[in-house]
T-cell receptor, first 113, second 114 residues
Framework: EADIYQTPRYLVIGTGKKITLECSQT?????MYWYQQDPGMELHLIHY???????EKGDLSSESTVSRIRTEHFPLTLESARPSHTSQYLC????????????FGQGTRLTVV | GENVEQHPSTLSVQEGDSAVIKCTYS??????FPWYKQELGKRPQLIID?????GEKKDQRIAVTLNKTAKHFSLHITETQPEDSAVYFC?????????????FGSGTRLLVRP
């Protein structure tokens, strides 16, 4: 089934650890996004990609990095997690042409202790 | 940079009343305006969208209006029900632009009181 998948759904990790949040979509979308969102609050764009090998930082400064080596895959990496990184991370995608509805993943709730 | 402003940030209405959420965009080239609903603990999902060649669109109890001259668009929910309680996000984008990203408003928390 065409969808956008995020793993893990929940992650509790110690300070200083390196983590990678996975995001994959099977819809062939060119555009992919990472948002940071505290419960019920604003969607803060932290990374954006409009195609393979293209990445841009979003409006909210983030210590995370992303890569886009394949169209369907857009992982986010934190080299050294801190308690201030505790939040929900949402991945989204939408096509470039012929309709721009964005689809969101289920999210990863990250807690850094 | 381009931005979308959304008001109000919170809205409380009595069941059966109407709710209106307003957004203003800055990029005059924007031509696609979707609205997303995010229920508690769930991901945002598209509920309605409108393109710049249309002034109004309806889907049952939900309608969206667009004023291109003033660069603002609104979501109207009539006969509100408790299940309408959620956070609503507006967004703006340029359809058919391969490098333009979707820009979201800051969200409106709607509470429908039974």
């Amino acid at each position: 089934e065409a969808d956008i998948y995020q793993t893990p759904r929940y992650l509790v990790i110690g300070t200083g650890k390196k983590i990678t949040l996975e995001c994959s979509q099977t819809m062939g979308h060119d555009k992919m996004y990472w948002y940071q969102q505290d419960p019920g609050m604003e969607l803060h764009l932290i990374h954006y990609s409009y195609g393979v090998n293209s990445t841009e930082k979003g409006d909210l400064s983030s210590e995370s990095t992303v890569s886009r080596i394949r169209t369907e895959h857009f992982p986010l990496t934190l080299e050294s997690a801190r308690p201030s990184h505790t939040s929900q991370y949402l991945c989204a995608s939408n096509p470039s042409w012929g309709g721009t509805e964005a689809f969101f993943g289920q999210g990863t709730r990250l807690t850094v202790v | 940079g381009e931005n979308v402003e959304q008001h109000p940030s919170t809205l409380s209405v009595q069941e059966g009343d109407s709710a209106v959420i307003k957004c203003t965009y800055s990029d005059s080239a924007s031509n696609y305006f979707p609205w997303y609903k995010q229920e508690l603990g769930k991901r945002p999902q598209l509920i309605i969208d409108i393109r710049s060649n249309v002034g109004e669109k309806k889907d049952q109890r939900i309608a969206v209006t667009l004023n291109k001259t003033a660069k603002h668009f609104s979501l109207h929910i009539t006969e509100t029900q408790p299940e309408d309680s959620a956070v609503y996000f507006c967004a703006a984008s340029r359809d058919m632009d391969s490098s333009y990203k979707l820009i979201f408003g800051s969200g409106t928390r709607l509470l429908v009181r039974p």
